[in-house]
């Protein structure tokens, strides 16, 4: 599976964008895809996932009420659209995904997905 990103970039606080997370190779059918962020000097962090199954979705508390996660089964792809944005939601973001029954639960954990998209800036300017 590979992972292709879009969108990104520099944006206002308050402001709003969308990441788009494409596929290759195979489509979504029952996987799960996860966005993470990282700043300098951080570790890789969980902000967002959605279950093929069911099509749950999961927030972490800094992003929820913010951020929705969806995606468009026609064109094998997740976005991640970010509203209200603020300075420190400037990070890389990246997308990745592997099977439901691998994930399960442990949607925010990065050892449990196996393909990663290449990152993308998003900065927010105060």
């Known amino acids: 599976v590979q992972l292709v990103q879009s969108g990104g970039g520099l944006v206002q606080a308050g402001g709003s964008l969308r990441l788009s997370c494409a596929a290759s190779?195979?489509?979504?059918?029952?996987?799960?895809v996860g966005w993470f962020r990282q700043t300098p000097g951080k570790e890789r962090a969980f902000v967002a996932a959605i279950r093929w199954s069911g099509g749950s979705t999961y927030y972490a508390d800094s992003v929820k009420g913010r951020f929705t996660i969806s995606r468009d089964n026609a064109k094998n792809t997740v976005y991640l659209q970010m509203n209200s944005l603020k300075p420190e939601d400037t990070a890389v973001y990246y997308c990745?995904?592997?099977?439901?029954?691998?994930?399960?639960?442990?949607?925010?954990?990065?050892?449990?997905?196996?393909?990663w998209g290449q990152g993308t800036q998003v900065t927010v300017s105060s």
């Open positions: 990745a995904t592997n099977q439901d029954s691998y994930v399960k639960l442990g949607y925010a954990l990065r050892g449990r997905y196996d393909y």
């Open positions: 190779g195979r489509t979504f059918s029952y996987y799960t």
